[in-house]
Structures are given as structure tokens and as C-alpha cells.
């Protein structure tokens, strides 16, 4: 498929998605600022959204800005986040990045993908993640494990390094869509396309995928 054929291609995937799962174009990490998305966000690797939102609930109201976090020793840290895997490196580099944006930022996330990846535990995945949904940004495209699998069943990408997809989809993706994709391949990602099964008979798009297990007579 040539260039011409990639974007249209994309752009037909986009349309059909969005009209599956338009309620899902959000994330789902409960939020108020763009710093509380940044912690929820470093918190949610390798955890579940609704373990980290339970923890963000109670967390959240004790302390809300970076100056407050700034301030933690992690053991107080810990007694909220102590749910979630990973809970005592996430929340030293919660508190971290905290001290940074404290002393540098004038306690302000910034808004580029080379500010944020400088914050310890952020990459390149939580920068766009707290860019696209806390400031409307599309700098670039979050690649989480359900997008790996997805784009490479769509036949998109043959690869599962997110620089890689997160590039590939960049180029054949209309700009203003970059933030809308992470949330319509995670929605597909979990509904008919897992991990662990394909469910190609419920998929919307079991007639151009070419990872379909459903026979398309023509
Ligand atoms: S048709 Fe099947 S393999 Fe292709 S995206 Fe849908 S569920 Fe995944």
C-alpha cells in the first residue's frame, strides 16, 4: 500500500472507530488539572485506570498542587498509592518530579514533549497522555501495549517499538486526530481486539483488517 492508500486507509479506521466508540475518546484517569492527570498517568503503568482512580480519589484532596507534593517524604506518599504495582518507584518519581516543577516550572506542568520527558518517570507516552487530554496538544501519539497490538493486526506497523508505531501512525494520521487514536485503538484494543483473543465477528472493522478471521465475500 502506498502512501495515498496508508492515509485513506487510516482515515477510513478512524471513521468507523469513532462511531463505535465515541464515548470512549476521553481517558479514563479521573482528573481536574493537568498535574493530576501527570501523577494519575504515572501511576496507571501497568495498573488498572479504576485501582489508580480509586487511589487518586483520597490523594487528590490531601494534596493537589506540585508544591504540595514537592513537600512529601514517600512514605506518606505511599500510604495512598500502596494499591498499585510498582507503588514506591512510581511515588518517588511523583515526588521527583514534583521538586523539579517546583524549582523550575514555578510549580507549572509544562506544555512540550522535551520539557516533560525531562520530569523523572515521565516518557514519551505520559507526555502525549497528559498533552493531548489535559491541554488539547497533539505533539505526538500515545503508543500503550493495546495499541501495539492493534495497529500491527490493522497491518499499519510490523513492529512493536512504540517510537517506531508512535512514528509510523504520525505520518499517515491527520494531526488533529493524533490525541482521538490512542483512545479508539485502547477502546477496540479492549473490547474485540485483546490481547489474548480476536474477536473479529463483533469488530467494525472485520472487512479491511487484514489480521480478520472473518471471510469477506466479494
Ligand atoms: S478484524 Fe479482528 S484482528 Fe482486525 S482489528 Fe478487528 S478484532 Fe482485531
Redesign the pocket.
Same mark, same amino acid.
Request: charged content about 15%; overall charge positive.
Given at each position: 500500500m502506498n502512501a495515498s492508500g496508508k492515509k485513506q486507509y487510516i482515515a477510513e479506521i478512524i471513521r468507523r472507530l469513532k462511531q463505535r466508540y465515541s464515548s470512549e475518546m476521553k481517558t479514563r484517569l479521573d482528573h481536574s488539572t493537568g498535574w493530576q492527570l501527570l501523577v494519575a498517568t504515572m501511576l496507571s503503568a501497568q495498573a488498572m485506570d479504576s485501582t489508580v482512580n480509586k487511589a487518586t480519589h483520597s490523594l487528590f484532596k490531601a494534596y493537589k498542587t506540585p508544591k504540595d507534593f514537592s513537600r512529601l517524604k514517600p512514605t506518606q506518599l505511599y500510604k495512598f498509592t500502596r494499591s498499585i504495582g510498582l507503588y514506591r518507584a512510581k511515588s518517588r518519581n511523583i515526588i521527583k518530579s514534583a521538586r523539579m516543577l517546583a524549582e523550575q516550572y514555578n510549580s507549572k506542568v509544562p506544555k512540550s514533549i522535551n520539557e516533560l520527558t525531562r520530569l523523572p518517570g515521565v516518557g514519551r507516552k505520559t507526555a502525549n497522555v497528559v498533552l493531548a487530554n489535559a491541554y488539547g496538544i497533539n505533539e505526538g501519539i500515545a503508543i500503550d501495549t493495546h495499541c501495539i497490538t492493534?495497529s500491527n493486526?490493522?497491518g499499519v506497523v510490523r513492529t512493536k517499538n512504540p517510537e517506531k508505531i508512535e512514528q509510523a501512525l504520525m505520518e499517515i494520521t491527520p494531526r488533529k486526530e493524533w490525541g482521538n487514536i490512542t483512545h479508539l485503538f485502547i477502546a477496540?484494543g479492549r473490547d474485540?481486539?485483546t490481547a489474548r483473543a480476536? /474477536?473479529?465477528e463483533? $469488530?467494525? /472493522?472485520?472487512d479491511i $483488517?487484514?489480521?480478520?478471521?472473518?471471510k469477506v465475500v466479494k
Open positions: 492493534v493486526r490493522l477496540l474485540v481486539c480476536k /474477536l473479529c463483533r $469488530c467494525v /472493522l472485520n $483488517c487484514p489480521s480478520s478471521t472473518v
